[in-house]
């Protein structure tokens, strides 16, 4: 063993060494023979010591005082011991002398002692009655300070003394009958105080949040960190004794504090009696919440609560009442296990006497759903409730009820004036609508009120089935939580079946009610307008003015042309829809259902009103322009032209490079189109008789409806592009949706409905296009078939029929300007000038015969239409200067008109030059026909060798 690079040596061990050392020289000496080997041996041993001796002396020398300190201690420790055996020799004679002198007078000793033991337990005994004595003033000082554990302590040992050992003690007759008393008072004020733990300190609706979904406390927050601080339940350490700190407070710790009330009924043996003032006590201090909420709630807003937030405020007071019910549910946990607690101890209690978790649950969901009745005003829609369709196939309203043919009603008297705009009308009725705001006397029951802990002043907001709008989420959130707390046996609480029962059976039917009733009444007013044309000027302006938008609705909706107010009633009905399927999106289906039925509905509504315009006669016939918007052949044709396309491409839609057609190519389809519509238009023995719209409200009607169910389209196809279905959709994709993922069949029908009304806007575009070129037809056909070009010479003005038609395209451009957007308005006269001169050239076959008065009658019929025009379009027409140069050819020889072909080439068709000679020869009856067949085959030779020549 070593120690600082020292070895150590084992004194025993040395010892050993040394006698072993010294027992080998003695061996060594004795048994050696020789004495030279004596010698040597002595010699070393002589050696050895002198050098041992010589080193204890350096020893000595270096180590003498401490030999000093070591000898003078020694002598004093000595001198100490014999001091104290002399002393105790001497107490131990002491002892032995007593001994004797007690033993003398043992009966007087014990006499002493009997008196000292009665002495002292008198002296304990009024110690105790001045302790109790004093235990009412103590116990008020703690109870003051809610020490009550010490106190219960207190009180309940001070009664089992004074039941016990001071129980003789007829002075303290009174004291004892206060203690037992406050004994027992002791039980009701743990069980209030419990309560006021439970209820009263719950948070309150001042410390919680007013924004709309912050106050909501999720039930993972409550298991993490618990509930104003306390720890949840599952986390609280039950086995440690409790315990009472009388220099804290205890409120500070309610988790503590409720295990030592708990531990202070232990202490009184009223635990059944405390587990059933609670679970008696649930539900009216869970309506005492209510009660309290709904009155800081009102408190807080009472100076500027109108009908825009009242829904907020709903929303703000049951998140409240929600936050609440969580810290009541949690702390009933706490006090549950303190008490289970007690019974895993030993303490007898009947199972029936405690309550459970659901217990408390179940008076959460019936307080709730008694708030709810009053709320959503279950009691008074009951009585109507109004069940929505259940699928799509299925729609709730019969349409054609609004066709049906009925009797003819007698006209109505309408009031000459009337005050409900007026400025004294309208703050009179808004006094009387905020007066009436919170007057809910007669809307609730007074016996529901009563259980509620509320006064008929005291409802946040007027109840109302639409209020399930503003809670639903938060609702049933609310509702999971209690379903994850309780594990509900059939999977779904009370309170699950009372909201699905008012949705289903109440709000749903209420909600297509509500917009049946509002899109049914702006429809009616529709297709009596339709079916009503005939009224006089100043009843028409005014019926059809009624049915479109004011300005100020319209910057609103930012267009720029009216709309038709069913339109834009059924587009407000539909956002509300949407708006529901996001409040609600657990009936998304159910709504988008009603959104489907409502379009198809005004679809049908729509298509009526267009037919009962296009319609002429009782037997289902249909104006021209109708009849062609309609014909596959004439729409695709029309749906080609650049004009068609460059207004989709307005529309949003890019215009390929390829579809960019050049002038000439614009000229060739103009020309087409025109050689189209005078080909179904004209012949020689038929004119158009009613076959066009004569009305031109009825135009402006067809223009409001285009542009009104063109906007109405593009809204719904944006609605449509932002729904998603169910099966094509994940669980990401869902959370992050704008709207709930519905059902594919009904979001494929949605979709067709918006291609349905895509195609009624395009059919009402078209038809303007083709009602504005089918009456030209209607005025032009009768200038050449009817009118006389071979008059007197005064006979120089335009035609009557050219007066009509300009004086017709005035009226259908004033109207179509307002009501159609100026690209729309472009396209319904774009190329106009075009037909009007192909029809008037065409209609040269017609003409018997003309002279120079008719060709200038004609040119100022063609130069007036070209005014017209140029007025409406803003471009010179100079086709129409094309048509009159034509006519002026008949100035001309028809041998030089020839002649010029054959030099500058044709500008006309072949056919056109040969209606124009004919024309010619019929006007001068001294030509032979001869002449004529020479001159129309010399056409045909020059017409046929020239460039330009077909």
């Not at 061990?13 to 060594?28: N, P, Q, Y």
């Not at 009951?382 to 609004?402: C, W």
């Not at 006089?536 to 609705?553: G, I």
């Not at 004009?643 to 087409?672: F, H, P, T, Y």
Request: aromatic share 8%; hydrophobic share 35%.
């Amino acid at each position: 063993m070593e120690k600082n690079g020292e070895k150590i040596v084992n004194p025993a061990a040395k010892g050993r060494e040394t006698s072993e050392f010294l027992m080998a020289i003695v061996r060594t000496l004795s048994t050696s023979a020789d004495f030279e080997q004596r010698e040597k041996e002595k010699a070393r041993i002589e050696k050895t010591f002198t050098q041992s001796d010589k080193r204890l002396g350096e020893l000595v020398s270096e180590n003498y005082q401490e030999l000093a300190q070591i000898t003078q201690d020694f002598s004093t420790i000595s001198k100490s011991v014999n001091e104290a055996r002399e002393k105790i020799k001497k107490i131990k004679d002491d002892l032995s002398s007593c001994k004797t002198l007690l033993h003398c007078k043992r009966d007087e000793l014990r006499r002493l002692w009997i008196e000292g033991v009665e002495q002292k337990t008198m002296v304990a005994m009024l110690d105790q009655i001045e302790q109790i004595k004093e235990v009412p003033t103590k116990l008020d000082n703690l109870l003051a300070k809610k020490h009550y554990l010490h106190g219960t302590e207190l009180v309940v040992n001070a009664v089992a003394k004074l039941e016990n050992q001071l129980v003789g003690v007829e002075a303290l007759r009174d004291l004892k009958a206060e203690l037992i008393t406050r004994k027992e008072q002791l039980h009701d004020v743990l069980i209030d105080e419990l309560n006021k733990q439970i209820y009263i300190k719950s948070p309150n609706i001042s410390s919680l949040p007013g924004k709309r979904g912050s106050s909501v406390v999720k039930q993972d927050t409550l298991k993490r960190k618990g509930v104003n601080g306390i720890p949840a339940p599952e986390k609280i350490e039950f086995g440690k004794e409790v315990k009472e700190d009388l220099n804290a407070n205890p409120e500070d710790d309610p988790a503590h504090f409720i295990a030592i009330l708990v531990e202070s009924l232990y202490m009184l043996r009223k635990i059944p009696e405390a587990a059933e003032g609670l679970k008696v006590k649930i539900q009216p201090e869970l309506s005492a919440i209510v009660a309290r909420t709904s009155q800081a709630i009102l408190e807080s807003t009472s100076n500027h609560v109108d009908a825009s937030n009242q829904s907020q405020c709903l929303l703000d007071f049951l998140e409240s009442i929600f936050h609440q019910f969580r810290f009541v549910a949690h702390m009933h946990k706490v006090v549950l296990r303190n008490l289970h607690k007690i019974i895993v101890s030993g303490v007898p209690v009947r199972q029936e006497c405690l309550y459970d978790m659901t217990d408390v649950w179940s008076k959460i969901q019936a307080v709730v759903e008694l708030l709810l009745r009053e709320y959503l005003d279950v009691e008074n829609t009951a009585s109507s409730r109004q069940r929505a369709p259940t699928s799509f196939d299925e729609p709730s309203t019969d349409i054609n009820s609004f066709f049906a043919k009925k009797r003819p009603t007698k006209p109505k008297k309408m009031a000459l004036f009337r005050f409900d705009a007026s400025i004294h009308a309208i703050s009179t009725n808004s006094y009387v609508d905020d007066s009436r705001a919170f007057d809910t006397g007669d809307l609730f029951s007074s016996t529901l009120l009563a259980e509620m802990g509320l006064e008929k002043n005291q409802m946040v907001c007027k109840p109302s089935v639409y209020n399930i709008t503003a809670i639903f989420k938060p609702l049933e959130s609310f509702i999971r939580e209690i379903e994850d707390a309780i594990a509900c046996p059939d999977g779904t609480s009370s309170l699950q079946a009372f909201v699905t029962d008012f949705v289903q059976n109440i709000f749903l039917g209420q909600v297509h009610y509500t917009v049946s009733t509002s899109i049914g009444s702006a429809t009616k007013d529709l297709i009596r307008y339709y079916k009503n044309p005939q009224m006089d000027e100043e009843d028409e302006s005014f019926d059809a003015l009624r049915h479109v938008v004011d300005h100020k609705t319209q910057k609103e909706l930012g267009v720029s042309r009216p709309l038709l107010t069913s339109t834009v009633t059924v587009d407000k009905n539909l956002q509300e829809l949407r708006e529901l399927m996001q409040d609600l999106p657990d009936y998304a289906d159910q709504f988008l259902n009603m959104i489907c039925n409502t379009l198809k509905e005004y679809k049908d509504t729509c298509h009526s009103a267009y037919r009962e315009i296009v319609q002429y006669d009782s037997d289902d016939r249909r104006v021209i322009s109708a009849m062609w918007a309609k014909d596959e052949d004439i729409s695709r044709f029309l749906r080609s032209l650049p004009s068609w396309r460059s207004l989709q491409s307005s529309s949003g839609q890019e215009l390929a490079s390829d579809d960019v057609c050049s002038e000439e190519e614009i000229k060739a389809l103009n020309s087409k189109e025109a050689q189209i519509l005078i080909s179904n238009l004209t012949s020689s023995d038929g004119l158009i008789q009613q076959e066009i719209i004569t009305d031109v409200t009825q135009m402006r009607t067809i223009a409001n409806v285009h542009e009104s169910v063109e906007w109405f389209s593009n809204r719904i196809k944006d609605f449509s592009n932002r729904l998603c279905a169910r099966s094509n959709t994940t669980p990401a994709e869902t959370e992050a949706a704008e709207y709930p993922p519905v059902s594919e069949k009904t979001l494929s029908s949605l979709k067709n409905l918006v291609k349905d009304f895509q195609d009624l806007a395009e059919i009402c575009l078209l038809l303007l296009h083709l009602e504005v070129r089918v009456h030209c037809f209607y005025f032009l056909l009768p200038v050449a078939k009817q009118s006389n070009y071979a008059g007197p010479i005064d006979d120089l003005d335009p035609d009557s029929n050219v007066l009509k038609l300009n004086k017709d395209l005035s009226s259908m451009e004033e109207v179509l300007q307002q009501s159609l957007q100026p690209k729309k308005f472009k396209y319904i006269f774009e190329s106009l000038g075009f037909l009007v001169a192909s029809i008037l050239m065409n209609s040269i076959q017609y003409m018997k015969k003309i002279n120079e008065n008719g060709i200038k009658k004609m040119c100022r019929n063609l130069f007036a239409i070209q005014q017209n025009l140029t007025n409406i379009t803003m471009s010179r027409e100079p086709d129409l200067d094309h048509a009159r140069q034509y006519y002026e050819l008949l100035y001309i020889n028809p041998d030089d008109v020839i002649t010029m072909i054959a030099e500058k080439g044709s500008q006309y068709t072949f056919q056109e030059y040969t209606e124009l000679i004919k024309l010619h020869h019929r006007s001068h009856a001294a030509l032979s026909p001869s002449q004529l067949e020479n001159r129309m085959q010399k056409l045909k030779e020059v017409f046929f060798k020239t460039p330009n020549g077909d």
